[in-house]
């Protein structure tokens, strides 16, 4: 099984960058669609970014679209999202998430529900 730990959260002001690291251990990740995902207090856990397992395909949401980027390197066993021009409504808890059930899959899933490992998550504020 395996295990994913997200690390680089933190308070930043807004306008300011981020990186968010995703290391996973047990197995590799090297075949499986990986995700981001983020929930804010009250709030219902939102996709954010999803990246094919070679990393030829990525999506986003609209509302990160042009501002996140999302990689990963395999051979580090690490799914990456870079964030940039951060806004206040970015604050929330982000998660990493792997979806094992699709091997070697072009599909990149946008609802929670496709990925079946998640990590703790990783706490992002943004100050105005």
């Known amino acids: 099984q395996v295990h994913l730990v997200e690390s680089g959260g933190g308070l930043v002001q807004a306008g300011g960058s981020l990186r968010l690291s995703c290391a996973a251990s047990?197995?590799?990740?090297?075949?499986?669609?990986m995700g981001w995902f983020r929930q804010g207090p009250g709030k219902e856990r939102e996709f954010v970014a999803a990246?094919?397992?070679?990393?030829?395909?990525?999506y986003y949401a609209d509302s990160v679209k042009g501002r996140f980027t999302i990689s990963r390197d395999n051979a580090k066993n690490t799914v990456y999202l870079q964030m940039n021009s951060l806004k206040p409504e970015d604050t929330s808890l982000y998660y990493c998430?792997?979806?094992?059930?699709?091997?070697?899959?072009?599909?990149?899933?946008?609802?929670?529900?496709?990925?079946?490992?998640w990590g703790q998550g990783t706490q992002i504020t943004i100050s105005s």
């Open positions: 998430a792997a979806d094992q059930r699709r091997f070697m899959s072009r599909v990149l899933g946008a609802r929670w529900d496709e990925y079946d490992v």
């Open positions: 047990g197995r590799t990740i090297s075949t499986y669609t």
């Open positions: 990246i094919s397992w070679s990393g030829s395909s990525t």
